[in-house]
């Protein structure tokens, strides 16, 4: 058994999250900076789990913005 204090400090207790926690902190942390493929590749997942924990969890994908959403629809007509 360990011995120490019983008070942790904050960087303590983020050692001490679950993976769920650790994934929902960082998806809330860094989703206003990167791109959906980057959080995935970041965490080591695919896109598609990415999407499947967001549900599961209830963190809502936040919207891209307009020119990034214009650029794929113009990719996906041209198709």
């Not at 303590?12 to 999250?17: G, I, K, V």
């Amino acid at each position: 058994m360990l011995s120490g204090s019983v008070d942790k400090t904050a960087e303590e207790n983020e050692d001490d999250l679950s993976l769920e926690d650790y994934f929902q902190h960082f998806v809330l942390e860094h989703q206003d900076q990167m791109s959906e493929t980057e959080l995935a590749q970041k965490l080591g997942i695919s896109r598609k789990n990415l999407w499947e924990r967001r549900q599961r969890l209830g963190i809502p994908r936040k919207n891209c913005p307009p020119s990034r959403l214009m650029s794929w629809y113009h990719l996906a007509a041209a198709n």
